[in-house]
């Protein structure tokens, strides 16, 4: 989960679990949330720091490459077909479908 896909620049983010999850302190610069003045403070850290910045994109690269959308999505789609193995088609059933849908009651057919 990255706000940004790393690129050429820096990210600047709020210090979130779900963040902090994925990036370290290496790969991203945090801000703390709510407190303009923790922005404003590594915004001017970075800015002073081109070796900082430089540290940051390569970091936040390496580590962004294991989750990044092409794999996950891979990862989703195969979760997805795991999970259909053993499912009996919907095709033909419409009407049973139906049914159930009218008469709770029958239910076990679905």
């Known amino acids: 989960m990255c706000p940004r896909e790393p690129g050429d620049l820096p990210v600047l983010v ?3 679990k779900a963040i ?3 990036f370290s ?3 991203l610069a945090f801000f703390e949330p709510n407190d303009a003045s923790d922005l404003a403070k590594q915004m001017v850290r970075l800015y002073r ?3 900082l910045r430089a540290r940051l994109v ?3 690269r390496a580590e962004y490459a294991p989750i990044r959308w092409e794999l996950m999505k891979q990862r989703y789609l195969e979760l997805m077909d ?3 193995v053993g499912v009996p ?3 033909g059933r419409r009407h049973e479908i ?3 849908t009218v008469a709770p009651r029958k239910r076990t057919l679905l």
């Open 49 to 51: 720091d081109q070796p």
């Open 89 to 91: 088609s919907m095709e």
């Open 82 to 84: 795991h999970m259909r």
């Open 20 to 22: 902090r999850h994925y």
């Open 25 to 27: 302190e290496d790969a």
């Open 14 to 16: 709020s210090r979130l």
């Open 98 to 100: 139906a049914l159930a």
């Open 58 to 60: 390569t970091n936040a």
